[in-house]
């Protein structure tokens, strides 16, 4: 069953870094998603990613973030100076896109894990 | 005011009892997705629906639009089934900013 994979699982990082949080979506899928889960909130939507730009974002998602698709495959996250608060499991989130069956059907990654300190 | 509410927060089963797990939303809605989230954290997409009724092997869901009211049933709930289940609901007109409730924790006891 095809997957999207997410790195790394798990970083911990000093407040202040940049971090880049990679994902490889589904390989025919044509739309991405950021979504965050603070440790014990629910989850939460930043960011989707259409045609080589972003289609929509939330508040979270401000001049901090920001989101490329470098090559064919990758889907990146980056965070240029962390804070604290950025502290949760960011998922990454793919679909197909096409009005077909499972076209809408969202696949998750596991979830990158990020600690601020 | 949260747009999306779960009921119940937590919800304790016998193993072999039918579960219903209940959500409503606020906003207008192209599509709503239940998903299940395991203790470690991965998210599955189990359904997504914007009217009548999906099963998918002892899971059932269904929507009634006018109401802004979806529901998730287990039958033959087993111990597997514990996980934390997640209705999030995609706005209409929106792409992918789906709008998450804060979830309900099933526990099935053996």
């Known amino acids: 069953e095809p997957e999207v994979t997410q790195t790394p699982s798990h970083q911990v990082t000093q407040m202040g870094q940049e971090v880049i949080l990679r994902c490889v979506p589904i390989?025919?899928?044509?739309?991405f998603y950021w979504y965050r889960q603070i440790l014990g909130q629910k989850v939460e939507f930043l960011v989707s990613?259409?045609?080589?730009?972003?289609?929509?974002k939330s508040e979270i998602f401000d001049d901090q973030f920001s989101v490329e698709r470098p090559d064919g495959s990758n889907f990146t996250l980056k965070i240029r100076s962390t804070k604290l608060e950025d502290s949760a499991m960011y998922f990454c989130a793919s679909r197909k896109g096409f009005l077909s069956s499972g076209a809408n059907v969202l696949t998750f990654g596991a979830g990158s894990r990020l600690t601020v300190l | 005011k949260n747009e999306v509410e779960q009921s119940p927060q937590n919800l304790t089963a016998q193993e072999g009892e039918f579960i219903t797990i209940n959500c409503s939303y606020s906003?207008?809605?192209?599509?709503l997705h239940w998903l299940q989230q395991h203790p470690g954290g991965g998210i599955v997409s189990l359904f997504m629906l914007s009217s009548g009724k999906k099963k998918h092997g002892r899971l059932i869901a269904t929507i009634n639009i006018q109401e802004k009211h979806s529901s998730l049933h287990i039958t033959a709930s087993h111990p597997r089934d514990s996980a934390v289940y997640i209705c999030?609901?995609?706005?209409?007109?929106?792409?992918?900013?789906?709008?998450f409730g804060k979830g309900t924790k099933l526990s099935v006891k053996p």
């Open positions: 906003v207008g809605i192209s599509a």
């Open positions: 999030a609901v995609r706005s209409r007109g929106s792409q992918g900013n789906l709008i």
């Open positions: 990613f259409y045609n080589n730009e972003i289609s929509e």
């Open positions: 390989s025919n899928h044509l739309y």
